[in-house]
């Protein structure tokens, strides 16, 4: 009997209903600000990269614990007299590499990175459906998805940076990370205090540390239930939550179709993220749907859902003091100490992100030794999401990105 695989139902219920209800393709031009069009949802990073005419180089990191990343490079187009450092860039949760490419050239922080004559990095950390292989372990194996993001800042972020310094010749790089991808740092930056002589400067999009005052009904609710929900799931056996499914960006073309203006779908990422209308670019905010969710373990919820619970950055709480004696030494997980974090820190953060308030942020700022600034996006509305595909990004978020970039190479 032949195999039917959910892409091919997807596949063949989008023929049905665009036949039934008239469902068009959307044109590149459809109500996007961006040099982007639809069939960008179908595409991996590196042929996103080549797309749009840029060079890459794909590596491989294998870290300490035996997880192998994907870690892809867009070196400068053009010979530059002046020898700049790296950037590394580090995506956030259930998200890929793709996040800093979605908006297009022009407008990516990844292409305006290399257009400014930087050496770009975009790591893929584990889990995620560029990352999902190990020296020893099975993707689908329990002890694979045996990680939280603690993992990721301890393993994955360290054995990157010693690669992109291998690779660059070079002493330090320039990080810069969006929510989860912020969380990652402080808790390398915390537990390996020696990586911080190896960053010249970190930029921190919505810093997701402190998780209180939370506005998102949905993570209001993994909050309260995070403990209850991991137990479930444990149980019956699943430990990724929403892995990439290539037939992920068919189902949103059936059940969310872009010429309707408030489909579920973008009714769901509004109470996840905070809602946008005006400042949000639809055709980005489609087209991501065919790169993300691209996976994640539910270990890494449940520590985010512990850290909204219990009002500190800490480790991963296992539930049982007798468990946290034998990992910790202590009843209690321990605390990050963020005074050990010397990198000179930039913040940028959202006035309407409904999941990370600008409370936790004020609250990051004065824990640190290190800030250099700390910035407020000037548009009231804008969210989490908006940190990677609003319409107004490069103006409101990276073009101050590049001019510090630029003085401090100066």
């Known amino acids: 009997m032949p195999r039917f695989s959910m892409k091919k139902l997807a596949s063949f219920l989008a023929v049905i209903l665009s036949t039934v209800v008239g469902i068009e393709n959307v044109s590149s031009e459809h109500e996007s600000n961006f040099a982007i069009d639809e069939t960008d949802g179908t595409l991996e990073t590196s042929e996103l990269i080549r797309k749009y005419g840029y060079p890459i180089e794909n590596h491989k990191v294998t870290t300490a614990d035996g997880y192998i990343l994907t870690l892809t490079r867009i070196p400068p187009r053009s010979k530059s007299t002046k020898r700049s450092l790296p950037v590394l860039l580090v995506h956030g949760v259930f998200a890929s590499s793709a996040d800093f490419l979605i908006i297009g050239p022009n407008n990516s922080i990844a292409y305006l990175l290399a257009d400014n004559g ?33 993992e990721i800042g301890y393993y994955d972020v360290p ?69 209850a929900l991991k137990a479930f799931l444990d149980k019956v056996g699943i430990w990724q939550m929403f892995p990439y499914n290539s037939a992920q960006y068919n189902i949103q073309k059936i059940l969310c179709p872009i010429h309707k203006r408030r489909t579920i779908c973008i009714q769901l990422v509004e109470l996840l993220v905070g809602p946008n209308p005006r400042g949000t670019d639809r055709l980005a905010q489609y087209i ?64 309407n992100d409904w999941m990370i308030h600008p409370q936790n942020v004020i609250r990051l700022k004065n824990e640190l030794v290190n800030i250099v600034s700390i910035n407020a996006v ?11 595909l609003a319409k107004q990004v490069r103006s409101l978020v990276y073009e101050k990105i590049l001019n510090d970039l630029n003085q401090l190479e100066t």
Do not use: C
């Open 118 to 150: 930087y050496d770009v990095w975009l790591v893929d950390v584990r889990g995620n459906r560029y990352s999902r292989r190990h020296q020893h372990l099975h993707s689908e194996s329990k002890e694979y998805w045996d990680f939280s993001w603690h």
């Open 159 to 227: 054995a990157t940076i010693d690669r992109v310094l291998e690779m660059t010749h070079s002493n330090q790089l320039y990080y810069i990370g969006y929510s989860q991808g912020t969380t990652v740092f402080f808790v390398m930056a915390t537990t390996r205090p020696e990586y911080n002589g190896k960053v010249a400067r970190m930029y921190a999009l919505s810093p997701a540390l402190y998780v209180q005052f939370v506005r998102s009904p949905i993570f209001r609710w993994l909050g309260e239930n995070g403990s």
């Open 288 to 351: 991501i749907a065919g790169h993300n969710p691209s996976g994640a373990s539910t270990k890494q919820m449940l520590h985010f859902a512990q850290l909204n619970r219990v009002g500190r950055f800490q480790q991963f709480d296992f539930g049982y003091a007798k468990d946290n004696l034998i990992h910790y030494g202590s009843e209690t997980p321990p605390v990050y100490n963020l005074t050990l974090v010397t990198v000179p820190v930039v913040i940028y953060y959202g006035l």
């Open 378 to 388: 000037k548009d009231p509305d804008f969210n989490h999401l908006d940190f990677i």
